[in-house]
């Protein structure tokens, strides 16, 4: 297995992960993506042929420092069950060492065996059930509600304060 560390000016590499992502490579998003300072990608090779990626993102708060959130995790069907993601996963965090990162984390479901037996062979540990909430911004097919829509929520009457 060889790895790649891809970095601004890659896009032609990285077309070649597409179909371990979700969906197609966006341009404008791949560029931006491998010119940003803390965005990582590693590939995962089998010879000449993809087999898997990982995404990091350095993430810096001021009481926690600088953490690397493991963005996604892709491994192509014929490598799964091979120590592709368990390796990549592993590299990124060697990554994060490198990078003076105080840690890692990511977020998964408890119906994604898959993904929890590959974090916990790269030594992970569980935290806590996450409860994942979402905004979407600036999609062609999502409008925004208007103030008007009856979607509007008031939050100067909320009683508990968010901590994180």
């Not at 990982?54 to 963005?71: A, C, I, N």
């Not at 990078?99 to 119906?111: A, F, P």
């Not at 974090?119 to 062609?140: C, D, H, I, K, Q």
Request: charged share 20%; net charge negative.
């Amino acid at each position: 297995m060889d790895m790649r560390r891809l970095g601004r000016g890659d896009e032609r590499a990285l077309e070649q992960v597409g179909p371990c992502f979700d969906g197609p490579v966006q341009t404008a998003a791949a560029t931006r993506f491998l010119d940003a300072e803390g965005h990582h990608i590693l590939v995962a090779y089998d010879g000449e042929t993809v087999a898997g990626f990982v995404t990091g993102v350095e993430m810096t708060h001021p009481d926690k420092g600088t953490e690397m959130f493991l963005y996604e995790l892709g491994v192509a069907p014929t490598f799964r069950g091979r120590g592709y993601g368990t390796a990549l996963v592993q590299a990124l965090a060697g990554l994060a060492r490198e990078q003076q990162c105080c840690g890692m984390w990511v977020l998964t479901d408890d119906e994604n065996g898959a993904a929890l037996a590959t974090y916990g062979a790269a030594g992970a540990t569980r935290e806590s059930a996450p409860v994942m909430l979402s905004w979407t911004f600036n999609r062609g097919d999502v409008s925004a509600p208007s103030e008007d829509s009856g979607n509007h929520v008031d939050t100067s009457t909320t009683q508990e304060e968010p901590t994180h």
